[in-house]
């Protein structure tokens, strides 16, 4: 069974005072939504309150996600987050540009089965968040594709499906290849104006063919599967509720 939810970091701007996160977290439990990912919330929310209101607001974190060199630095306010909240993982994102070489992302990877253990003894997983750019060849071959093979299988992959497709690789082809090590997907779509650019949009309204995709992350059982949109064209929420109904129309659950 694969879970729907809501990735917070798509409402970042609406997440800045006590106020907006109680106001923004009733509005995503008005979707029907009940399990979100937690980014982006402003570190001057207290970690408490943010509990508090997961629990007024009916829904569940599972996971907790910033950049790595973010989170490394932060480590001690995600780790109360975590702990408050309820979250099982801690999602990084982000080879640090210093380890982009073949040779680097080995070392990462070492860096990473570090922090991994580190967490584990706290209780929690680690997921890792790759980014178009970490699909960069390297001697030939995609950095995470190196990254990967350099860390644990217990260091889970969440797989952003937005990035994949955008650096040219073939996101059924990387379930189907790391099904055993992703722990959750994130869908975004985006639409292509006359002139070339790009905007994002609420997922199916888009350029993009979900239909192999869906049907990939429902065949491989991927635990969670995350909506995300950072930027609207109309009311963020308006989008967050079509992103959200649209995941369950596609046969993920509330829960």
Sequence with gaps: MSVAGIQVSSIRPYLQTPEDVRSSFEKLAATGCKMVQLQWISMDVPVEFIAQILKDTGMVSVSTQDFYQVVTENLSYFLKLNEYCGSTHLCVSGIPEEYMTAEGCRRFGEELTRFAGQLAKEGMVLSFH???????????RPAMEILLENTPDDICLGLDLYHVI????????????YQHRIDFVHFKDKTVLPDGTTKLCPIGQ??????????????????????????????????????????????????
Aim: charged letters at 25%; hydrophobic letters at 40%.
């Design 130 to 140: 790759p980014r178009t750019q970490e699909y960069r060849l390297l001697d030939g």
């Design 166 to 177: 955008n650096s040219g690789q073939d996101p059924v082809a990387w379930i189907n290849r």
């Design 206 to 255: 888009g350029v993009t063919d979900w239909a192999p995709v869906v049907r990939a992350c429902l065949e491989a059982d991927i635990p969670w599967a995350f909506a995300e949109q950072e930027s609207w064209q109309k009311d963020a929420f308006v989008c967050m509720d079509e992103n959200f109904q649209w995941m369950l129309k596609q046969g993920f659950t509330a829960r």
